[in-house]
């Protein structure tokens, strides 16, 4: 069992910056892979990035390559999103999600995730 927390979501202009933090109970958050997806308002929930239990391999959303970089630090059981150049496009609940694993890949979609966060909101304005 593993519990998501996240944090740093709030309101930013277009252009700015913030970065996001999920982090992890337990003592094995290094056996777990780690993906962020999001949401917004009448839409299904997306994928955005992911991240191997190693940190050594990461995934990107077409729509955020380049300007989202996904990290974590297994001393600290923490994964991070950091989000530069944000568009009004990216308002969306963001949620940490982590699954168990022995391969060197994450996953890129919801249903291979176990574990979810409760979210943090993104507001860009325009």
């Known amino acids: 069992q593993v519990q998501l927390v996240e944090s740093g979501g709030g309101l930013v202009q277009a252009g700015g910056s913030l970065r996001l933090s999920c982090a992890a109970s337990g003592r094995t958050f290094s056996s777990y892979a780690m993906g962020w997806f999001r949401q917004a308002p009448g839409k299904e929930r997306e994928f955005v990035a992911a991240i191997s239990k190693n940190g050594g391999n990461t995934y990107y959303a077409d729509s955020v390559k380049g300007r989202f970089t996904i990290s974590r630090d297994n001393a600290k059981n923490t994964v991070y999103l950091q989000m530069n150049s944000l568009k009004p496009e990216d308002t969306a609940v963001y949620y940490c999600?982590?699954?168990?694993?022995?391969?060197?890949?994450?996953?890129?979609?919801?249903?291979?995730?176990?574990?979810w966060g409760q979210g943090t909101q993104v507001t860009v304005s325009s």
């Open positions: 999600a982590a699954v168990r694993t022995r391969s060197t890949i994450a996953p890129k979609t919801r249903a291979e995730y176990d574990y």
